[in-house]
């Protein structure tokens, strides 16, 4: 069975600093990997994903995130945070060998503040 | 929020009633998804359907039925079996094509309260 977890419910960052958003998965074999931010009442906007190659992954507005097959982790991170970037963000897997047409699982979540 | 409508944005339903939750997309993906979300736990996967006239059973189905007659539409009805069903309830699509890599769209949700 394929797993998300978030261990951190609730991050705290000044602006300008950089910011983390940790995730570690659970899949058999290989991962597709996909981060999701929410904002209040809206639905999910996709960032980024990771499929294969290189382990850093950009994404939309400044984020990227950091593939290590052997923690088995796949952290969302930015250099310098902004206090527009305060949301609910959802770490999300698949497994490779499943079809392009299977539920993604999600963690249940991490709300980032930024405080200016 | 992509090609994904959902309607209405908030619904208020008394106890005992069974209510209808609208999707629709433009994308032309074969697959939609409905999730429950609920403050501390994350999204939970309620029905999904990988192609018209079919569909299957999420982690959290009791209580709720679907439909998919039409590649654009999945509704979803939230039954009176349903104990608690005040939530934000989001519709999700994503193309079969191009892969298993493929990222789910999501509408913009949809808020349910019972009164």
């Known amino acids: 069975a394929q797993s998300v977890a978030q261990p951190e419910d609730q991050v705290n960052v000044a602006e300008g600093n950089p910011l983390t958003v940790k995730c570690t998965y659970s899949v058999s074999g290989n991962p597709y990997l996909f981060w999701y931010v929410q904002y209040p009442n809206r639905g999910l906007q996709f960032l980024l994903k990771y499929i294969t190659g290189d382990n850093l992954v950009k994404g939309s507005y400044g984020f990227e995130a950091e593939f290590n097959k052997s923690q088995t982790s796949f952290h969302l991170k930015k250099p310098s945070a902004l206090v527009s970037d305060s949301a609910l963000y959802f770490c999300a897997v698949r497994a490779q060998g499943a079809a392009g047409n299977t539920p993604l699982v999600f963690g249940k979540g991490t709300r980032l503040s930024v405080i200016a | 929020d992509g090609g994904i409508t959902q309607s209405p944005k908030y619904l208020f339903r008394k106890e005992g009633q069974n209510v209808t939750l609208s999707c629709e997309q433009n994308?032309?993906?074969?697959?939609m998804y409905w999730y429950r979300q609920d403050p501390g736990q994350g999204l939970r996967l309620i029905y999904y359907s990988q192609i018209v006239n079919d569909f299957q059973k999420g982690d959290i189905a009791e209580g709720y039925s679907v439909s998919r007659e039409k590649k654009e539409s999945f509704p979803l009805t939230v039954t009176s079996a349903q104990k608690n069903p005040t939530a934000f309830y989001l519709c999700?699509?994503?193309?079969?094509?191009?892969?298993?890599?493929?990222?789910?769209?999501f509408g913009p949700g949809t808020r349910l309260t019972v009164l």
């Open positions: 999700a699509s994503s193309t079969r094509g191009r892969g298993p890599y493929n990222e789910q769209f």
């Open positions: 994308l032309n993906h074969d697959a």
